[in-house]
């Protein structure tokens, strides 16, 4: 088999592991109602006239009869039931379809969320459980629910798809049927009433089915899919060995080098990938010259590779081996390019005869692929492009004095064995005296040694010994041979040796720029991000470093420095300021307000300048290196990403706060409209009535009336007043006005005045009466006490007890509220004191407003005591108030100071 059309090996291992596992194919729809379920069967029941075995795992209809037709007939596993808040669920019944073990289990609905007390809390998770154990699976997905994509789908359409998938479900199917369908087809079944049943198809065209929207979302499926399928062209051509370039699509390779025809070259790629509509790349080989070009070359590889990045490309660097042509093809074919751009320099015809055209081979060698070639605009050649035959470093003079030594040594050891054994092939002895010289030390004591080596050889091997003269014509050509096989040898060496440092020094980058990343991932808050990227500069570069980043007005602020302690003077903020508002380079060495300090370099995102790194050092001759603002780039570039994350977490977190208030709006509203429409019903109706008869009316159904609009009133009175409440507590404008109060004299006023309300259940009070004196504000504690009794009555049956307990501990004191209810759910004690929330009860429980608990806690924590809530062991629900120490009033404290 020829080389290089062996299969990848990492491809064929993936695809045998592939194989072990079940077959999944997705059928992929834009938007409900486009017909998935239905094509799903359809191939279900193609299978099942085939003989393969087909069980429905789960199969939503949603009463659509052609749907529901072709259900039947299929084998149909009986659904699990799950309590869930008082329903019974049908969820899928994972362990009766292992245990059934079909060829083929349709499952649908992807995305959807599990009850809770399923083995798997989504659906998908139940698929791959059925992939792993062999069974092949048939499901259904619509594109708002890719993981990816979601955000995209929320601000297309404006709604939030809470159930989403892994992109990584997706990328693993095995096959993906896209299920589509015209905006206008879908339009029309819905008003036809085929997707929603009643007015739910016309409510839906006013909101998510709009054509704009479906358009779009039709857009984002076609994409995908076209995306997975290129992903498995890939793999494929990788399993099969397959070189040759299949031009699917298209794809574009820009080869980029130290000329600065490099940018014409990245904007040419660029025109050429907007008219194909293809991705592109932007390549660079690194060669054994590469790090001996000078610092301006190097910084024009740089600013190629940035501007190929900013224009939409992606980059990679990577190390050359012996033929340049060769390599780019090699990364072409096993990437599928279709397109290579690579310029033509304006070099001398001597210099191509010489060292090779390497334009010139790649268009000889790419067969099946397109190379655009562009001339260099330029009439005089690049600088950086010139050979450069003598440009390496001399080597310490040890290196000479260790190659003499050695080839001395080894000189006289040849000489014996020569006169001991007759080794026709003596010279080997030399070559491992040049491979050290070439591997220790370069290439110029390398050859110098392989010279010496060679006079060596003639001294002490060619007749006659010892002196450099020749007697033969053979000794001529055999000393000839020997002298350039030293070289070469010494020079491919060398090659390896350079190849081997550049690697190791990429390697040293890339492992610490990949662990300043790791830090990276788990900072959450801007000053803290600025502070570590600081101290990074300064460890890497060992400079002082300063970060600094915009405030509210978009000007500087420093958020960071290493070491601390540093400050910025007026030049230095002002060359920070224009580096910020310019993107470039400012500051010290530069071109621009060189007279700051320090050099002050943009931290670039796709969305602009971010941040501003800026370097210093005491020395005054200090300039910042070319290799060093590359990787000072490198790490700016990594902190903008930490930057760009950051501010998304907390776009996030911002956005639960919005949704959270939305909520509580919601709530709010709807508390407000059900709690003052209730009780104004009743005042209205009992007042009216009374109006209406008059003194025709009974005089003891007339006080009831009288008694029930009172009632009302005061139950409407009080839930203004927690309204009130609510407000001061929001506002934080509750200011606690404590003093010394008795315990017992305030439960007791409470009793009283809630004795109406309270009428219909026993009180016991446990209250000691050497209690202590409390720091609490009377006013704030009575609404607390009044919350809680009127809450315990809530929520218990008429006639049982309710307990109000005063405990003395060794620290703190406590007061227990017990009532003889249902108690509270267990799945509910953590949200009991949250804003409108309410226990569900049965129909005749009356209806709380959800402020009370929440208020109560509010004025307990503003007067710095707390509530907690929990079950008792025999029945009804316990809440306790605690007052810690420093509420608790010393005898030796004046009853009526304030603490």
């Known amino acids: 088999m020829n080389a290089d059309a062996r299969p990848n090996p990492d491809a064929l291992l993936a695809h045998a592991q592939q194989e072990q596992r079940g077959k999944l194919k997705i059928f992929l729809g834009m938007a409900p109602g486009v017909g998935k379920t239905f094509e799903m069967l ?7 006239s085939a003989g393969v075995d087909v069980v429905v795992g789960i199969v939503e209809t949603h009463g659509r009869r052609e749907t529901m037709a072709l259900v039947d007939g299929l084998d149909i596993l009986p659904r699990r039931i799950v309590p869930y808040q008082g329903r019974e669920l049908g969820e899928f019944d994972l362990d009766a379809m292992l245990l059934r073990r079909p060829r083929i289990a349709l499952i649908d609905e992807l995305a959807h969320t599990n009850a809770e007390g399923s083995r798997h809390p989504k659906r998908y998770q139940d698929v791959e459980e ?6 092949d699976v048939y499901s259904t997905l619509n594109v708002q629910h890719v993981e990816s994509l979601n955000d995209v789908v929320a601000s297309i359409t404006r709604v939030r798809v809470r159930e989403t998938v892994p992109d990584d479900v997706l990328d693993a199917a095995d096959e993906i049927e896209l299920i589509d369908l015209t905006p206008i087809e879908l339009i029309e079944r819905l008003k036809e009433g085929k997707v929603y049943g009643g007015d739910g198809g016309e409510r839906a065209l006013q909101g998510y089915f709009t054509p704009a929207n479906l358009t779009a979302l039709r857009e984002l499926a076609l994409r995908r899919t076209a995306e997975r399928v290129d992903d498995q062209l890939q793999q494929h051509r990788l399993r099969q060995g397959i070189r040759d370039i299949w031009a699917a699509g298209e794809y574009v ?7 600065a025809h490099s940018e014409q070259l990245v904007r040419a790629a660029r025109r050429l990938a907007d008219r194909l509509n293809a991705p592109w790349t932007a390549l660079y080989l690194e060669t054994e010259r590469s790090h001996r070009l000078p610092e301006t070359a190097r910084d024009r590889v740089a600013a190629t590779l940035r501007l190929a990045e900013e224009l939409g490309a992606e980059t990679r660097t990577l190390p050359a081996r012996i033929d340049l042509a060769e390599d780019v093809l090699d990364y072409a074919r096993e990437h599928n390019y279709t397109q290579i751009v690579i310029g033509k320099s304006r070099r001398p015809r001597w210099f191509e005869w010489l060292h090779g055209s390497v334009v010139d081979a790649l268009v000889r060698k790419a067969a099946g692929l397109t190379v655009v070639v562009i001339a260099e605009a330029d009439t005089a050649p690049s600088e950086a492009l010139l050979p450069m035959p003598f440009e390496f470093e001399p080597g310490p003079p040890r290196a000479y004095v260790e190659s003499v030594v050695s080839l001395a040594a080894v000189s006289a050891l040849g000489y014996f064995i020569d006169s001991v054994v007759d080794i026709p092939n003596i010279s080997l002895i030399y070559l491992p005296i040049i491979l050290s010289a070439a591997v220790r030390y370069g290439l110029a004591p390398a050859l110098v040694t392989a010279l010496l080596a060679t006079l060596a050889y003639n001294f002490c091997f060619t007749e006659p010994v010892f002196t450099m003269h020749i007697a033969n014509a053979e000794n001529i050509v055999a000393l000839a041979f020997f002298g350039v096989i ?12 350079e190849q081997t440092l550049l690697a190791r020094a990429q390697a040293d980058t890339t492992a610490t720029l990949l662990a300043f990343a790791r830090r990276m991932a788990g900072i959450r808050k801007l000053d803290e991000l600025a502070s570590t990227t600081a101290q990074e500069i300064r460890n890497l570069l060992r400079v002082d470093a300063v970060v600094l980043m915009p ?5 500087l602020a420093l958020r960071g420095a290493a070491p601390a302690a540093a400050t910025l003077n007026e030049a230095d903020l002002a060359a920070a300021q224009w580096a910020f508002e310019k993107a470039q380079v400012a500051g010290r060495g530069s071109e621009t307000l060189p007279g700051a300090k320090r050099l002050f370099v943009p931290v670039r995102t796709g969305n602009g300048v971010v941040a501003v790194t800026g370097v210093s050092r005491e020395e005054p001759e200090f300039q910042i290196t070319s290799a060093q603002r590359r990787l000072l780039e490198s790490i700016g570039d990594l902190a903008a990403v930490g930057v760009e994350r950051v501010r998304l977490a907390k776009d996030v977190d911002q956005a639960k ?3 959270d208030q939305e909520r509580l709006r919601a709530s709010m509203l709807t508390a407000v409209s059900h709690d003052l429409r209730t009780p104004l019903a009743g005042i209205l109706g009992a007042l009216s009535s009374v109006r209406a008869y008059g003194d025709k009316m009974p005089p003891a159904e007339r006080a009831a009336l009288l008694l029930s609009a009172e009632e009302e009133t005061q139950r409407l009175a009080r839930f203004v007043g927690n309204l009130l409440d609510l407000t001061r507590l929001d506002a934080g404008s509750l200011t606690p006005k ?6 017992p004299e305030l439960v007791h006023g409470v009793l009283r005045r809630m004795r109406d309300s309270l009428d219909d259940h026993p009180i016991v009070t446990k209250l000691p ?14 609404h607390v006490l009044t919350n809680l009794l009127d809450n315990a009555a809530k929520y218990t049956p008429e006639g049982s007890t309710i307990e109000v307990i005063a405990q003395r501990h060794r620290f703190t004191l406590t007061l227990e509220i017990r009532d003889r209810g249902a108690g509270i759910p267990a799945d509910e004690l953590g949200k009991i004191f949250d804003l409108f929330h309410r226990v569900r009860q049965g129909d005749k429980a009356r209806a709380g407003t959800g402020l009370g608990l929440a208020i109560a806690r509010g004025f307990m924590q503003a007067m710095g005591g707390s509530i907690k809530a929990r079950n008792r062991d025999d029945g009804g629900a316990v809440f306790e108030i605690e007052f810690p120490a420093r509420l608790i009033v010393n005898r030796s404290d004046a009853p009526v100071a304030t603490p």
């Open 42 to 48: 359809t191939a279900a029941r193609k299978k099942m």
């Open 130 to 135: 059925l992939l792993d154990n062999g069974i």
């Open 551 to 555: 405030d509210g007005d978009g000007r």
């Open 486 to 497: 030293a070289v070469l040898t010494s020079r491919l060496t060398v090659r390896v040796r």
């Open 253 to 259: 390779l820009v080869c980029v080098n130290e000329s």
């Open 769 to 782: 009466a050497d209690l202590p004196a409390l720091w609490l504000d009377p006013a704030l504690f009575e």
């Open 657 to 659: 706060v919005t949704a």
């Open 738 to 743: 404590t003093e010394a109060v008795q315990l």
